[in-house]
Each structure stands twice: as structure tokens, then as C-alpha cells.
């Protein structure tokens, strides 16, 4: 089955978002003024490359405009965006015809990765993560959706493109039980502290 391709105005940054996770912007450059003014109007999304160490990685995340928050009078505005879909980068232009800023051509890939690991859904419970009701049960017979899993812990953008490009449900499982072993720690000792202050 052929990958569907686009063409997109892109938005390159140090900032990778999954599907449904939301971040507020600054925008004060004219190029993504610009930008921004133009999708306010159109409605469409925008891409975001994801940007580590001056380098334009191979995934980034397709989003759009949620709100315009504030905006001063140099027009400079912080914005909301929210993740729409993940993408693979297929070329980068610096700057579109007649425009100050850039676009490019993405592919969308296949981003079904799921688990029914009883161990993951028992710590999905226990942490009381906010990802779906059917969760909220230990059904281990129902499928839970990695990429979900991972957008309701708090990981920075570079662990979360880490995950992303595992592309293997095994692997991404090993990642987020590690860290969700890693919160689980952290609840714990922080209860501890929480319980030795109460007595004292």
C-alpha cells in the first residue's frame, strides 16, 4: 500500500509533539509571522521538523493552530498548537515561492503500535494516567495504544522522538515500562517523604 505524501509549510523546531499533546509558541521571527497570520486565515495544519543539535531529523510532527493567545503591537504573538499526526520528512525548502518561509514534502507512515502487557495496563492504573476510561480497568485483553501511553507521561521531545523512532511495539513497550517503572519510584518515595512529614 503506497504512503500518502503532502506537501506542507513547515515550521522547524527543537519540539516534537505526539498526536493530541498541545505547547504554547512565541512567535516573533516575520517568516513564521507570516506563516502564522496565513493558517490562521487558511485553517490548515502546519509541519514541524524536529530540530536536535542544528540538525533537521528524519520525523516530525504535523500540528495545528488551537488559539492565538496574545499578540503585541510588532504583530510578535504566542500561540497554542496541538498535534494532529507524525510524519516522515521527505525534503525541506528554506524558503516557499514568494513567501518568507519554508515548506516541504512529508509522508505519513503507519503509527499502529499497540500492547495488551497486563504489567503495562497494571501500571496505567496504579499511576492513574489519563488516556482513555478503558484503562481505568485491568481488562488486559484490551489493547492499549503506545503512542497514547506515551503522550500521558511527561517525556521532553527528545525522549519522545526517541520513542517515535523505535518503530517496533516491543521495543516502545520495553521503553514506556521502563519509565513508567521510573514514575512509579518517584510516587513512591515522594509519599514516603510525604507520610515521614505527617508524623513529625
Known amino acids: 500500500m503506497a504512503k500518502k505524501q503532502k506537501n506542507i509549510d513547515m ?7 505526539l498526536p493530541g499533546e498541545d505547547i504554547p509558541l512565541r512567535i516573533f521571527e516575520p517568516r513564521y509571522i507570516q506563516l502564522i497570520n496565513e493558517i490562521n486565515e487558511s485553517k490548515k495544519t502546519f509541519a514541524i521538523p ?12 504535523e500540528v495545528e493552530l488551537s488559539s492565538i493567545i496574545a499578540r503585541n503591537s510588532k504583530s ?3 500561540i497554542m498548537v496541538k498535534g494532529v499526526k507524525n510524519f516522515h520528512l521527505l525534503d525541506f525548502n528554506d524558503i516557499k515561492p514568494n513567501k518568507l518561509y519554508g515548506d516541504g514534502t512529508i509522508e505519513y507512515i503507519d503509527d499502529k503500535y499497540f500492547s495488551t502487557n497486563p504489567e ?26 503506545l503512542t497514547a501511553v506515551a503522550s500521558s507521561i511527561m ?24 519509565r513508567l517503572k521510573f514514575i512509579e519510584r518517584i510516587q513512591s518515595q515522594e509519599k514516603l517523604l510525604e507520610n515521614n512529614f505527617s508524623l513529625n
Do not use: C
Not at 524536529?50 to 510532527?61: A, P, R
Not at 517525556?155 to 521502563?178: H, P
Open 120 to 145: 503495562l495496563a497494571v501500571l496505567i492504573k496504579k499511576l492513574k494516567l489519563n488516556i482513555d476510561p478503558i484503562y481505568g480497568t485491568l481488562n488486559t485483553g484490551s489493547a492499549m495504544n
Open 76 to 78: 510578535e504573538m504566542v
Open 50 to 61: 524536529y530540530i536536535k543539535d542544528y540538525e533537521m531529523k528524519l520525523y516530525g510532527s
Open 155 to 178: 517525556l521532553n521531545s527528545e525522549e519522545k522522538y526517541t520513542f517515535y523512532t523505535l518503530r517496533d511495539a516491543f521495543k516502545m513497550e520495553r521503553f514506556l515500562l521502563k
Open 11 to 17: 515550521f522547524p523546531l527543537g519540539i516534537f509533539l
